[in-house]
């Protein structure tokens, strides 16, 4: 990263970075937001939310109408109206296949773009938002898809890490949530991938990016961005993968990092 470095874009990840997994928002942090803004910076949420739940944050940080990046980078699409500017999709037969062989007692979920998700049965509440039909898996399954969710309630989130090496790479993404959760998404496609897609309509280069999160889905981004920046509280090959270091997000590690740039205490 150059000493001269000052963002022009920031990108965002929601959960453990934004807000709290309990989906609390900090003051704090929408305050040390809306200074961003107020600077004439790009704000980009970068997600593995579906649209209704990153509408949610978006509302309540009240940002302007821009792009966001959704699905692990596998949806870009304009905020307001919304109005998607890329999807990528994949065949989630053989990997939903595989995994409910290694995990029968597994709920499979897929995004349905803008709306919210098709079920194999209902999540535990409030974990996914939008528009939620329960499918038989031949349904869900039937066509191709942006994303995929493998949800156990009664595991563990290491349980999740040996079924994601159990199934492998064979043309798709792998990303294990803090619980039991895996996200499957299209090969070669990150929030890395999605934040170019609206860099090159910005026209923002990468190394112009500050980009901050927690999860093993933001990996690529932090790499990727001329500053990447993990919370406190992400795991060591998280961290590993920063330049930099912020408190957790029970802290208000995204503002700390933001009042860096933009002000504020």
Same mark, same amino acid.
């Given at each position: 990263?150059? *000493? ?11 959960? $453990?970075?934004?807000?709290? /997994? ?34 949610? =944050?978006? +509302?309540?940080l ?11 980078? @596998?949806?870009? @699409?304009?905020?307001d ?9 994949? +065949? &989630? ?6 995994a ?9 979920? =897929?995004?349905?773009?803008?709306l ?10 409030g ?14 399954? &039937?066509?191709?898809?942006?994303? =995929? ?20 790479? /064979?043309g798709?993404?792998?990303?294990? $949530?803090?619980t ?7 090969? *070669? ?27 093993? *889905? ?18 060591a090959?998280?961290?590993? &993968?920063?330049?930099?270091?912020? @408190?957790?997000? +029970?802290?208000?590690g995204?503002? /700390? ?9």
């Open positions: 990263m150059s *000493n001269a470095f000052r963002p022009r874009l920031v990108a965002l990840d929601i959960d $453990g970075t934004v807000v709290g /997994h309990d989906n609390s928002l900090s003051p704090r942090i929408r305050d040390s937001v809306r200074r961003v803004i107020d600077a004439g910076v790009h704000v980009v949420i970068s997600t593995g939310r579906s649209w209704p739940g990153t509408f949610e =944050v978006i +509302d309540r009240d940002l302007p109408p821009g792009l966001a990046v959704m699905s692990n980078g @596998a949806v870009v @699409a304009a905020t109206p919304f109005d998607v500017v890329r999807q990528v999709t994949f +065949d &989630a037969r053989a990997v939903v296949e595989s409910l062989a290694l995990h029968p007692d597994a709920i499979v979920a =897929v995004e349905d773009v803008g919210g998700y098709r079920v194999s049965r209902q999540f535990p509440d974990e996914i938002t939008g528009t939620i039909t329960v499918q038989t898996i031949e349904e869900l399954v &039937a066509r191709p898809v942006t994303r =995929v969710i493998i949800r156990d309630p009664a595991a563990e989130s290491d349980d999740f890490e040996t079924l994601a090496a159990a199934l492998g790479y /064979h798709v993404e792998y990303f294990v $949530g803090w039991a959760w895996l996200d499957i998404a299209p090969r *070669n496609v990150s929030k890395a991938d999605g934040l170019r897609v609206v860099c090159e309509q910005l026209g923002v280069d990468a190394a112009e990016v500050l980009a901050i999160g927690d999860g093993s *889905n933001d990996i690529e981004m932090l790499r990727w961005a001329g500053r990447g920046v993990a919370m406190g509280q992400a795991p090959p998280v961290r590993a &993968a920063a330049d930099a270091v912020t @408190a957790s997000v +029970d802290a208000d995204l503002a /700390h990092e933001l009042d860096r740039w933009f002000g504020g205490r």
